[in-house]
């Protein structure tokens, strides 16, 4: 395993990406971009986390042992910081510039914060702490995501600790162009798909492969494992990548406690890549009315970018101008921007 080459990992300027990781990842399938989001913010996130999840090392800890946060960070989340973190413009900015789209025409299809306890390895197959390669779209898409050069969707993992005290890398194999034969199309030499079993530790994946399909696992072991890079996150990073991108999770060090903030954008339009999570409108009418005063809050693009109509949609009539107001004004929402048919963030 070799670290990520430069390009793949650079300091972001004022929030914008630079032309090159624009380029990275359009073309080798990630960037690993450090300093995009607000220090403080991240903090108040990752102390979010810890107030909510067990230390490493205690019993209730065993309890988090695979994906996603049962629900405590889903989004809207009770962490003000992770909802801020979800919409934040910076971050929106930056995948509007991966897909080449407006933030308006963006959609949230995930955002959950959850750990990753490390602990030792473990005889189970579906055990999620040394992965095998794989590509995300299976669990995101009822489709198969369109040519290369046409991403959908981008995938975000936001690193919340760091890789000197943890370990738990993201591995990744950067595409070299498009005969690479590691990028071969369709996607399918990997377990879940085409018939072949789900199965998520590494061993147990690529034994399992060599028993039921030799041609994939060999494929897997000449063109997949061998050139996979770890994304050497620091404490805020934010790792972009594709749901074609070749990676996998890395152990996380026994006994240390890894956080990170998943999140999908897709390009609206897109309903084949599915929302993971109940649709934001489920999480109206919790106490103090969080989502209700979010929406209120929110800009223009922010609301779009949960599914709310653009200005200009066919949507707005005078009636649900009116209608829409009488039911946000309360919270302080503006209804102007949609009267005048313009966007305005
Ligand atoms: O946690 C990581 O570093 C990657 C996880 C991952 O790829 C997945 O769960 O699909
Ligand atoms: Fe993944």
């Not at 996130?45 to 810890?50: E, F, V, W």
């Not at 999480?283 to 209120?296: K, T, V």
């Not at 707005?316 to 966007?343: C, E, H, K, M």
Request: charged share 15%.
């Amino acid at each position: 395993m070799i670290a990520q080459t430069r390009e793949d990992s650079q300091p972001v300027e004022q929030g914008e990406l630079t032309p090159l990781q624009i380029h990275s990842w359009q073309n080798r399938g990630f960037i690993l971009v450090h300093n995009l989001l607000p220090g403080a913010l991240l903090k108040q996130a990752r102390a979010d986390a810890l107030n909510s999840y067990p230390p490493p090392g205690t019993d209730q800890a065993k309890h988090f042992d695979n994906f996603g946060s049962a629900q405590k960070f889903v989004f809207p989340a009770e962490s003000r910081a992770c909802n801020d973190i979800t919409l934040h413009p910076r971050l929106l900015g930056a995948v509007s510039s991966l897909l080449e789209v407006s933030v308006g025409e963006l959609r949230l299809t995930q955002s959950d914060l959850w750990p990753k306890y490390g602990r030792p390895p473990s005889a189970h197959n579906l055990d999620n702490a040394d992965q095998r390669m794989h590509c995300d779209y299976p669990n995101h898409t009822l489709t198969h995501p369109p040519p290369w050069d046409q991403p959908e969707a981008v995938e975000i993992i936001i690193y919340l600790s760091q890789f000197e005290q943890c370990g738990g890398a993201t591995a990744v194999v950067p595409r070299l162009g498009p005969e690479d034969p590691a990028y071969t199309w369709p996607i399918i030499n990997t377990p879940g798909v085409a018939g072949l079993n789900y199965v998520n530790d590494r061993h147990h994946a690529e034994n399992y492969l060599k028993e039921t399909a030799p041609g994939v696992a060999a494929f897997r072991a000449q063109h997949l494992y061998p050139r996979e890079v770890l994304a050497r996150y620091q404490f805020g990073s934010v790792l972009f990548y594709r749901h074609d991108t070749w990676h996998r999770g890395t152990p996380v060090t026994p006994g240390a406690l890894r956080l990170v903030h998943n999140l999908t954008f897709k390009k609206a339009g897109s309903d084949w890549v599915n929302v993971l999570h109940p649709g934001w409108s489920w999480s109206m009418y919790r106490r103090n009315q969080p989502m209700e005063h979010l929406i209120a809050r929110a800009s223009v693009e922010q609301r779009a970018v949960l599914g709310f109509p653009l200005p200009g949609s066919p949507y707005w009539t005078s009636a649900t101008l009116q209608a829409v107001q009488a039911r946000y004004g309360a919270y302080g929402l503006d209804i102007s921007p949609y009267r005048n048919g313009s966007v305005q963030g």
